[in-house]
């Protein structure tokens, strides 16, 4: 804490130049984040967060090129440039699993004491999948749902969280209770309905914001909670898998701001929520929405960045599940992290980069165990002249279906009554590969919440497409995407295919979308662990993998 004694003896108002503050004496502190003076802005702040936010305050005037020290009334005329909502903040449910989570989540929001932050957050932990599993155990068969194991492990990890924080229990104990009738009442009906379900997922969401801005508050730091379906989030009825309604952006950004223009505290918003623009329920945005609710409020309120917060240093050539020694990947545009999303990596909702490209604000992937790591920056673009394979995605337990046309229609009547097929019985289609009379696709299990589409809503695609088509339906598939440049497929394919053809693999189905940066592959689940980790090992691991592909191509321009 060398800044807080160096800093604390300055009596204010005091000026120092740039040059003195990036001395060594200065710079070195922990806590303020000097590299902001670099940039072109006219005025920055840099607030000192020991005092409270609010406290001392280090103003740099970039056109006087010094830097002011000033108290917090002396600072008022530069307040109204500087002093606004920055950006969003959102902490996933591993990063708030426990008081010692939330603890450092609060010193590391501090350590930022030149931002003003909007904060989204998860459930704490496992919150989620316990709440599901009650709700599926209260609708089966149990007399008192009291004795639901799940029930008991998200109460008492909430309440000793509290006590751990040292805040009172009663914040809380409302939603406990109605969290029990909840259950109470699926026991009595023994169904749970998606909306049932979204709104008992909610809590997860409620407790942990209520908790932690009860806790900035305890430590010092003003902060306000704030539910999403009370400030304007307003979505589809799609219960489980909702999406976000335009009128959004407005209604979120007049709420946060004009409360933080009357009274301004650190907003605390619960992640994953919206409200049913008809049935004005609480709905969910679908498993990670949380992910979603930060880029949406990012553009909404026309924020400078959207850092998303994890328990991995940043999107990773592959899922560490898969293989740990995946790396981070240092750069991605706003189309590689949507396609990587919408395949299946976890790591980020396949809805969220949507708002961030359409309001073109950077999204950084960061580590919440490891903030130091410079995680991942998503932008509009970046420079692609070295750019090869950036990412290997794998989806599993696709279901895919080769569909050959007994020619009763032409070519055009054909794929028309194949995907007015599947539009009339709601289901999206992920890989398409097509010849004149056949079609092979692969279908999108995300919009149910199981992610693996039933057995009745197959069926009656295959009833409905035999009319005009022998249909072969092919299960436990997988989908292996890879993102990159594919600018330059030919030499991405011959690598592929020399490695699965050393493994003995076999494509089922290939398809190069026209977005430009993902090739997909259909191979059986039962071999695609070990594709994603022969892929890996080809295009990352060997020091010869890159260079053999850009030495291959001259220039290392396939275009
Ligand atoms: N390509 C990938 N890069 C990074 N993480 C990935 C990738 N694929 C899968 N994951 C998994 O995603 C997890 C992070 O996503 P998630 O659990 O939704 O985070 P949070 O709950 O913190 O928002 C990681 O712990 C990792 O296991
Ligand atoms: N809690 C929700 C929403 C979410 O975004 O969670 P996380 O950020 O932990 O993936 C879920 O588990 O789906």
Redesign the pocket.
Known sequence: MAAATHLCGIKTPYCFSKKALHSQSLCSQKRLNFDLLTESCETLRVSYPSKGRGGLRVVCDARKNDVLVQSEAKSQGLEESINQLSCVMKF????VASADRMKEIAELILSFPEENPVIVL?AMGKTTNKLIVAGEKAASCVSDVSEINELSFVKELHYRTMDELGLDKSLITDHIEKLERLLNGIAVLKDMTPRARDYLVSFGECMSTRIFAAYLNKIGVKSRQYDAFDIGFITTDDFTNADILEATYPAVANKLHSDWNNDPAIPIVTGFLGKGCRTCAITTLGR?G??LTATTIGKGLGLREIQVW???DG??T????IYPGAEPVPYLTFDEAAELAYFG???LHPQSMRPAREGDIPVRVKNSYNPNAPGTLITKSRDMSKAILT?I?LKRNVTMLDIVSTRMLGQFGFLAKVFSTFEDLGISVDVVATSEVSISLTLDPSKLWSRELIQQELDNVVEELEKIAKVNLLQHRSIISLIGNVQRSSLILEKVFHVLRTNGVNVQMISQGASKVNISLIVNDSESEKCVRALHSAFFETDLAVADLVNHNGNGNGT
């Open positions: 996933g449910g591993s990063s998860s990670g949380s992910d994890k328990d991995v999107v990773l592959c899922d560490p599940n990596a976890q790591v990412s995605v």
